[in-house]
């Protein structure tokens, strides 16, 4: 095409689509065209016309059922003169809600050490799986750190074990070494391969010598080493930033209502916490959030009354939550009474005691994916990224509980349902996309507009007969069916943010 022919043809797209492709074409031919051209004009005109009721909205589904895993599914795309009545799902683009961190699981101290175990190949591999954002695994963007050991650790141990078992309130004896050798290394290749991971840590247990047990395992930290304690976390902070990992957020105590007794716990109770964190809000650096509770939904005045402390609340940023006991709409409970605060779902594990609960993958992401976004999550993770076939490496805890991958005794690794019921999420939705206005009930569901511009729905029919599902996003309608105990995700083009 000329340089005349090129200029013509925007200045005259630019002013209108279709009545400036009659004026193109009419210039073209004007100055040497043929009737050929004519036809093609008819021809592009038309594609333009219809262009807005077809073409101009491309829509994917991406299913997976008992049988089927992630396939890609024909979605019937109606942008109508007759829009439908009553689709199942409509979108209401006027309620924008929560923004999203991502999806990820836990880098404990098991995960790290199989890892570590794999060939390089295998190892690159696997990591490429669980992080990257090139669409071809889980692209997570939110993982956990364990602060000390958890039961997911071949020894317990915290990292202020003074050999005499001596007060340390200097924590002279405080040692990095193991979290610089073992897991700051792969998340640091996690975040070559996804620059946008947010890393948060909670920790099992204060070192014993800080506990009324003067142990790892049960007990409750003495009142006189809540600066200690303090002090502690803050240090851990500042040397993960040092070591290339900084920290998103940190919480003070996992699950601080339970006291394990094979493994490292530390029961805290709400005045407990509120003082632990007004001492430790000062000396944190200022990018490290403080997310408040880390238990499950049975106890949501657990952490109301830590925000009725005026000390403790002015450093909490959010509330995380567990899935272990309890209703999930504690979540909404709480983000209701304290909207300015963030939500997240800190860890949820899957095991063998799946599907019969929760209905298989189906079940899995609709209650532990679509439901805590519906409840204002930003974030959700599971429990360990990787374990092996017994369930394992652990001291005490959870003896039946399942990774997001399976690594065998050959070094090669398989998803587990755990990780197809998050990439139905952690693979299509991306950082900083927004929760927008979703109704329906034909299916369990919820819906983001990622910041390019692409609509995402993620969708689970638990029933056991299949479904034939319409959404309604303004004039755009689509279709597609769901299988019995299935999971759907659905993504089209919107406008960008």
């Known amino acids: 095409m000329s340089t005349i022919s090129r200029t013509a043809f925007h200045r005259s797209m630019t002013r209108h689509p279709i009545s400036g492709i009659h004026r193109f074409f009419a210039l073209r031919c004007s100055i040497g065209g043929g009737t050929h051209l004519r036809s093609l004009a008819g021809l592009l005109l038309l594609a333009v016309y219809w262009s807005p009721l077809h073409a101009a909205v491309q829509a994917h589904a991406w299913v997976t059922s008992d049988d089927h895993r992630l396939q890609m599914q024909a979605v019937t795309i109606e942008r109508a003169r007759k829009p439908i009545a009553h689709p199942d799902i409509r979108i209401d683009d006027g309620q924008h809600m929560q923004s999203i961190v991502g999806f990820g699981a836990a880098m404990t101290d098991a995960s790290a050490l199989l890892l570590q175990r794999m060939s390089l190949q295998r190892r690159d591999a696997a990591l490429h799986y669980l992080f990257s954002r090139d669409g071809s695994g889980l692209g997570?963007?939110?993982?956990?750190?364990?602060?000390?050991?958890?039961?997911?650790?071949?020894?317990?141990?915290?990292?202020?074990?003074?050999?005499?078992?001596?007060?340390?309130?200097?924590?002279?004896?405080?040692?990095?070494d193991h979290v610089r050798?073992?897991?700051?290394?792969?998340?640091?290749?996690?975040?070559?391969?996804?620059?946008?991971?947010?890393?948060?840590?909670?920790?099992?247990?204060?070192?014993?010598?800080?506990?009324?047990?003067?142990?790892?395992?049960?007990?409750?930290?003495?009142?006189?080493?809540?600066?200690?304690?303090?002090?502690?976390?803050?240090?851990?902070?500042?040397?993960?930033?040092?070591?290339?990992?900084?920290?998103?957020?940190?919480?003070?105590?996992?699950?601080?209502?339970?006291?394990?007794?094979?493994?490292?716990?530390?029961?805290?109770?709400?005045?407990?916490?509120?003082?632990?964190?007004?001492?430790?809000?000062?000396?944190?650096?200022?990018?490290?959030?403080?997310?408040?509770?880390?238990?499950?939904?049975?106890?949501?005045?657990?952490?109301?009354?830590?925000?009725?402390?005026?000390?403790?609340?002015?450093?909490?940023?959010?509330?995380?939550?567990?899935?272990?006991?309890?209703?999930?709409?504690?979540?909404?409970?709480?983000?209701?009474?304290?909207?300015?605060?963030?939500?997240?779902?800190?860890?949820?594990?899957?095991?063998?005691?799946?599907?019969?609960r929760s209905n298989g993958i189906s079940g899995q992401t609709s209650s532990l994916v679509i439901a805590p976004l519906r409840n204002w999550a930003r974030g959700v993770q599971f429990w360990n990224l990787a374990l092996d076939d017994a369930a394992g490496p652990h001291l005490g805890g959870c003896g039946n509980c399942r990774g997001i991958i399976t690594v065998h005794a050959d070094g090669s690794f398989t998803p587990t349902d755990d990780a197809w019921a998050l990439l139905h999420a952690s693979r299509f939705i991306r950082v900083g996309a927004v929760r927008i206005g979703s109704s329906g009930n034909m299916v369990d569901q919820v819906v983001v507009a990622n910041p390019d511009g692409s609509r995402v729905l993620v969708a689970a029919n638990t029933r056991r007969n299949a479904r034939k599902v319409s959404l309604c996003d303004g004039a755009t309608c689509l279709r597609w069916t769901m299988p019995a105990r299935s999971v759907a995700t659905v993504r089209w083009q919107g406008t960008p943010r």
């Not at 997570?140 to 003074?162: C, E, Q």
């Open 181 to 356: 050798d073992t897991i700051v290394p792969l998340l640091r290749q996690a975040r070559e391969l996804n620059p946008q991971l947010s890393v948060m840590a909670s920790p099992w247990s204060a070192p014993g010598w800080m506990k009324d047990s003067d142990s790892l395992i049960k007990g409750t930290l003495r009142p006189e080493y809540i600066d200690a304690f303090a002090g502690y976390l803050a240090r851990f902070a500042r040397d993960m930033g040092a070591a290339g990992v900084p920290l998103f957020a940190l919480t003070i105590q996992n699950e601080p209502s339970f006291e394990p007794g094979d493994y490292p716990g530390m029961r805290l109770s709400a005045k407990q916490r509120a003082a632990v964190i007004a001492a430790l809000g000062p000396r944190l650096p200022s990018s490290v959030q403080i997310l408040e509770w880390d238990h499950n939904w049975d106890k949501p005045e657990e952490p109301l009354a830590v925000l009725a402390d005026p000390a403790a609340a002015r450093y909490v940023r959010g509330i995380a939550w567990h899935c272990y006991g309890g209703k999930i709409d504690a979540q909404s409970k709480v983000h209701d009474l304290h909207p300015q605060l963030d939500v997240y779902l800190t860890e949820c594990s899957g095991g063998d005691w799946e599907p019969v």
């Open 140 to 176: 997570f963007d939110f993982v956990r750190v364990p602060i000390g050991a958890s039961d997911f650790s071949p020894n317990h141990y915290s990292l202020d074990d003074p050999p005499d078992h001596r007060p340390d309130t200097a924590l002279d004896h405080y040692r990095f």
